[in-house]
């Protein structure tokens, strides 16, 4: 079964319009991260923002901020005042406990934004 | 700060040939390391991970192969490349193993098997 499920493959939004992102997860983990990623057209991975299952708050970091909603298992990314350079993929990753204790990052499809001018 | 390296960012390379891709992590000591493997317009797919010197962990079954021959440097190898090799390969480092850890990446190396 799918961990982390990104349903929107690409997105178009005019500049200077919010964005969100959809981001559903699968775990029965109790204590788990959640990630989300830039991945411009150059190719690296930039690390956005970080939701940990057991934060009260919903993450924010300058013009991103994470719709965090536990029950639904949602962790939704929202881009405020889109600019052009936000035009990239995006990526969703929660990294979870596991049997080997690798705690490795489990990574969602993606979705493609490109943002109009 | 730290900073991860990975080289060559573009690489062609003929069918059967070697494969030698080399990341190093400054500003740090004993992370953990990362390969993954990035199909186009895909996901990243973990195909080795590194938790100290000589320690590698293999996550999918394939023609590769990886070495952490110093505390900060992985490499990513193959005796003969396949056509199916080819894509985008990220190198990353987390500094621990605890849920709330980013990983940092490096630029990527592109492998076009030809």
């Known amino acids: 079964a799918q961990k982390i499920t990104q349903t929107q493959p690409g997105m178009f939004v005019q500049e200077k319009e919010a964005v969100t992102l959809d981001c559903t997860y699968d775990?029965?983990?109790?204590?788990?991260?959640l990630f989300w990623y830039k991945q411009p057209s150059s190719g690296e991975m930039i690390f956005l923002i970080y939701?940990?299952?057991?934060d009260q708050q919903n993450a924010t970091e300058g013009r991103y901020s994470l719709n965090f909603q536990k029950a639904r298992k949602s962790a939704n990314l929202v881009i405020s005042a889109s600019q052009l350079g936000d035009s990239a993929m995006y990526f969703c990753?929660?990294?979870?406990?596991?049997?080997?204790?690798?705690?490795?990052?489990?990574w969602g499809a993606g979705t493609k934004l490109i943002i109009k001018p | 700060s730290q900073t991860i390296h990975q080289w060559p960012a573009t690489l062609v390379q003929p069918v059967g040939s070697p494969l030698s891709l080399e990341c190093t992590v400054e500003?740090?000591?004993?992370?953990?390391l990362y390969w993954y493997r990035q199909a186009a317009g895909r996901g990243l797919q973990l195909l080795f991970y590194?938790?100290?010197?000589?320690?590698i962990s293999s996550e999918v079954p394939q023609n590769l192969s990886a070495s952490r021959p110093q505390d900060r440097q992985f490499i990513l190898s193959s005796k003969k490349l396949l056509l199916s090799d080819s894509g985008f390969y990220l190198c990353?480092?987390?500094?621990?193993?605890?849920?709330?850890?980013?990983?940092?990446f490096g630029q990527g190396t592109r492998l076009t098997v030809v």
């Open positions: 990753a929660m990294r979870e406990p596991s049997t080997d204790s690798n705690y490795q990052l489990i």
């Open positions: 590194s938790v100290g010197i000589g320690q």
């Open positions: 939701q940990g299952s057991y």
């Open positions: 775990t029965s983990d109790p204590s788990y991260g």
């Open positions: 500003g740090t000591s004993n992370p953990n």
């Open positions: 990353a480092w987390s500094a621990t193993r605890r849920v709330g850890t980013e990983a940092f």
